[in-house]
C-alpha cells in the first residue's frame, strides 16, 4: 500500500442521493480543472525531464513542496501518530502539491496538507 499515491475508503452511497435530481459538479467543469492544473505542472517541469507532481524525485520535492511552519507542524504530527513512512512523507508532499495546483494556488497550505493526510488512510498504523 505505501507504493500507492492516494488510499480511500470510499461508503456506499445511499439511495436517496443517488435517486436526488441534485446534480454534481459537471465532467466538463471537473476536465477544466484537470486541465488548468496538468498546464500549471508543465510549466513548473518544462525544462526537466518530468511532466506531473507524481514524478518528482528528493530535490525537487524540496522545491516544490516547501511547506510553511503550521503545515510542517501538521505533517509532523501525522508522521509521528499515525507512523508513517519515508514513503508517505514524499507521497503526502506531492499529493498537497497537486491539490493547491488544483486550487491555483502557489503556496501549499496546511489545508492543502491535511487533505493529502486523509488520502493516505489506508497505511496508517493502529495504535492500541
Not at 465532467?27 to 518530468?50: D, H, P
Not at 507532481?53 to 501518530?81: G, P, T, V, W, Y
Not at 514513503?87 to 491535511?114: C, F, N, P, W, Y
Amino acid at each position: 500500500m505505501d507504493r500507492i499515491d492516494l488510499h480511500m475508503e470510499v461508503p456506499p452511497v445511499q439511495f436517496k442521493d443517488l435517486a436526488s435530481a441534485e446534480g454534481g459538479e459537471s465532467s466538463a467543469t471537473i476536465l477544466g480543472r484537470v486541465k488548468a492544473t496538468r498546464k500549471i505542472q508543465a510549466e513548473r517541469f518544462q525544462k526537466m525531464k518530468i511532466y506531473t507532481n507524481a514524478h518528482m524525485s528528493s530535490r525537487q520535492i524540496r522545491k516544490f513542496c516547501a511547506l510553511d511552519s503550521q503545515s510542517e507542524e501538521l505533517l509532523e504530527q501525522a508522521m509521528e501518530k499515525f507512523g508513517l513512512s519515508a514513503r508517505a512523507h514524499s507521497r503526502i508532499l506531492k499529493i498537497a502539491r497537486t491539490i493547491a495546483d488544483l486550487g491555483a494556488s502557489e503556496e501549499i497550505t496546511s489545508a492543502h496538507v491535511a487533505e493529502a493526510i486523509q488520502y493516505r488512510s489506508l497505511d496508517r498504523r493502529v495504535y492500541r
